[in-house]
């Protein structure tokens, strides 16, 4: 008898009721090893493969983390959005169920789409990558600025809170009282500026190195809100890689100019230097939460390192640098 994961009904009906499967053709499961918010499943149709994510409504952390499943409606409507702008930057959406929580989308195989993380890890640091993530960024968030519509499409404020402000700058102001009233009025300044379409989670895990660039994936945090945040995000990561891996720090230090200035080329929807200071100010912080909030990065275990990522966080949280190639320049 096999052990392997078999999915509930609600997922085989989804994909029934869609018609993607093919008469005579079985439907092969298998449960993808994702992130901490939903369940994924590979579903092999014979002559394709797709994607079908369902979110969770108790993350899977040692932490209390609950979240609304809408989000997984947010997320869809994010690749929607971006399907029509930056076609080759997302998968291909393929269906949907509201009420389930469910979508379907185009399964990228690993072959041809790494994840960014493995390979930062790994040590191959790609500069020319970390470039045309950053213009992406800036694409999505330009095409997407000041629009009305897209602005009521994604008030997700709520989620957003539960998911990222919560977890991240609250937890950790609970931690440090010393910061506590600057990571709060962080968590207040972002949650107030509402400029264009967010990610909320930039992270290299939800990167794919695809053949025509990066392909982004895991939208669950999806907001029209502080463009910022995802540029900080993505930026905090690759500090934090470095640390791992200190022989390629070099090339970690030029990937994070390189990303700053391509996402900063695009900006257009307000003054460049207002999204960068915000950036600068939300990055410490959230250096901070990965070590100490809700959900700390799994790859860094020695605590001379984690005092390291500590001490230079609150130092810049009492002292905010405006300029983000100054703390490139400070952190490598």
């Given amino acids: 008898m096999s052990n392997a994961p078999v999915p509930d009904r609600d997922l085989v009906r989804f994909v029934e009721a869609h018609g993607l499967t093919r008469p005579g053709v079985k439907a092969r499961w298998q449960e993808l090893a994702g992130g901490v918010s939903s369940d994924i499943w590979k579903v092999d149709l014979g002559d394709r493969a797709i994607c079908v994510k369902r979110a969770l409504p108790q993350l899977k952390v040692a932490a209390v983390w609950e979240a609304p499943v809408s989000r997984n409606a947010y997320e869809w409507a994010w690749m929607q959005f971006v399907s029509e702008h930056c076609p080759a930057n997302v998968p291909t959406p393929i269906a949907q169920d509201v009420e389930a929580g469910l979508f379907a989308m185009a399964y990228l195989e690993p072959e ?197 990522v500590r001490g230079f966080a609150v130092g810049l949280i009492k002292h905010p640098s405006q300029e983000l190639s100054d703390i490139c320049r400070r952190w490598f």
């Avoid at 500069?127 to 000041?146: F, P, T």
């Avoid at 402000?165 to 009025?185: D, G, I, K, W």
């Avoid at 669950?220 to 470095?242: S, V």
């Fill in 112 to 308: 041809d789409h790494p994840v960014w993380k493995q390979q930062l890890l790994a040590g191959e640091v790609d500069v020319d990558l970390a470039a045309a993530v950053g213009k992406v960024l800036g694409a999505i968030h330009a095409e997407s600025a000041w629009r009305i519509d897209v602005a009521k499409r994604f008030d997700t404020i709520e989620s957003f809170y539960a998911l990222r402000l919560e977890p991240y700058l609250v937890a950790t102001a609970a931690r440090y009282p010393e910061v506590s009233a600057a990571l709060l009025a962080l968590v207040a300044q972002t949650a107030g500026t509402t400029h264009a379409l967010v990610h909320g989670d930039v992270s290299p895990k939800n990167i794919l190195a695809g053949p025509r660039g990066p392909v982004l994936l895991d939208a669950e945090c999806a907001w029209y809100g502080d463009p910022a945040f995802d540029l900080a995000f993505c930026l905090n990561h690759l500090m934090l890689k470095a640390v791992v891996v200190p022989s390629r720090s070099a090339e970690f230090a030029r990937s994070f100019m390189a990303l700053m200035r391509s996402y900063l080329d695009q900006v257009g929807w307000e003054p460049a230097h207002d999204v960068q200071r915000r950036a600068a100010k939300l990055l410490p912080g959230l250096l901070l939460a990965r070590i100490d909030g809700k959900s700390p990065v799994e790859y860094i275990t020695d605590e001379q390192d984690k005092d390291r």
